[in-house]
């Protein structure tokens, strides 16, 4: 294998491509109209796409809206991802929770209304 990404579809492009830049910091790799990829400097060998539901190379099908999808992100500090998703205006699924498994954990939808978990590890004392 060569490369694998994820896409996720959407009605607005670049409104979406806009929030998980600003929530996230991601980076638009790729551009043209109807797509986007992006990169993550601290996650060089990250891709993430984000797909124009309605263009031409998505099968009718398949545009509806997202179902039991969710999308992961661990990063470095919950807590300010939390406070960005609420300036960015945001629906907050879950405010960042402990978790049994060692992570503390928030779930927020993007524009389209894909659910996302954002993570960070718990730290020890």
Not at 7 to 31: C, P, W
Not at 95 to 116: A, F, S
Request: glycine share 4%; aromatic share 8%.
């Amino acid at each position: 294998m060569k490369r694998a990404f994820t896409n996720i579809l959407s009605a607005d492009v670049d409104k979406t491509a806009r929030f998980y830049q600003d929530l996230l910091g991601m980076a638009r790799h790729f551009e043209p109209d109807w797509f986007v990829i992006f990169t993550h400097a601290d996650c060089p060998d990250l891709e993430f796409g984000i797909l124009a539901r309605e263009h031409s190379i998505v099968p009718a099908e398949i545009r509806k809206p997202p179902a039991g999808v969710m999308l992961t992100f661990v990063v470095e500090d919950v807590e300010l991802i939390f406070t960005k998703a609420k300036i960015l205006g945001a629906t907050i699924i879950e405010p960042p929770t402990n978790t049994p498994y060692g992570q503390r954990r928030m779930l927020v939808q993007d524009p389209d209304g894909t659910v996302i978990d954002v993570s960070s590890l718990i730290a020890e004392t």
